[in-house]
């Protein structure tokens, strides 16, 4: 047996004089300290985030305030497109009613059949928005059920003494109008009634 060769190997696992080795297992404290936060910093942030939220907030209720004004202009302008749509593809007048007291519109057929209109749609405003019809003509206003209403034709066209105007609005002053196009053949968005 050699054993000139297993001290060569335990001879080259020793330190060699001089050299301190550090144990692989210790951790320093030094470096446990450095990476954590200090109750103070701790408070520092949650009171910069309570400051942030605070001048934030208001600012994003009117944000919110103004897209329930849009995105209820943009239901009811689905449901007079549809309107229009159904009128032509079944070849029968249909009626967009609103009652702003309510806070509610729909769509139905102007003579439901007898067990009443399957596709009828009745729909609420978001409790934040207020609806009214405007009729800038000297005509009387079309009614459905005692209540102004858009008369979709089955060619298309809107009937003449339909509202020509309806606007959508919050508490705040947020409002959007939908205005009845030139041509009588829909309504368009608009920031202003003019």
């Known amino acids: 047996m050699n054993l000139s060769g297993r001290e060569s190997r335990v001879e080259s696992r020793a330190p060699k004089p001089g050299v301190r080795v550090a144990n692989s297992c210790h951790v320093s404290r030094f470096t446990f300290h450095a990476s954590a936060f200090t109750l103070v910093e701790l408070l520092l942030v949650l009171a910069l985030l309570v400051i942030i939220t605070s001048l934030v907030a208001p600012a994003m209720s009117n944000f919110i305030r103004a897209r329930a004004v849009d995105s209820e202009a943009r239901r009811l302008f689905a449901l007079m497109h549809a309107g229009q749509s159904r009128a032509v593809s079944e070849g029968l007048p249909m009626m967009l009613w609103v009652d702003e007291k309510q806070a509610a519109y729909g769509l139905t057929a102007e003579t439901p059949p007898s067990g009443g209109d399957p596709k009828a749609e009745n729909l609420t405003l978001d409790e934040n928005v207020q609806i009214a019809v405007l009729n800038a003509g000297a005509t009387a206003l079309t009614t459905f059920q005692n209540l102004p209403a858009i008369r979709f034709l089955a060619d298309g066209t809107i009937d003449e003494n339909s509202p020509q105007t309806l606007r959508l609005a ?3 002053g947020n409002a959007l109008w939908l205005v009845e ?8 968005i608009r920031d202003t009634d003019k």
């Not at 196009?181 to 368009?188: D, I, K, L, Q």
């Open 170 to 172: 919050d508490a705040k």
């Open 181 to 188: 196009a030139r041509n009588h053949m829909g309504y368009e």
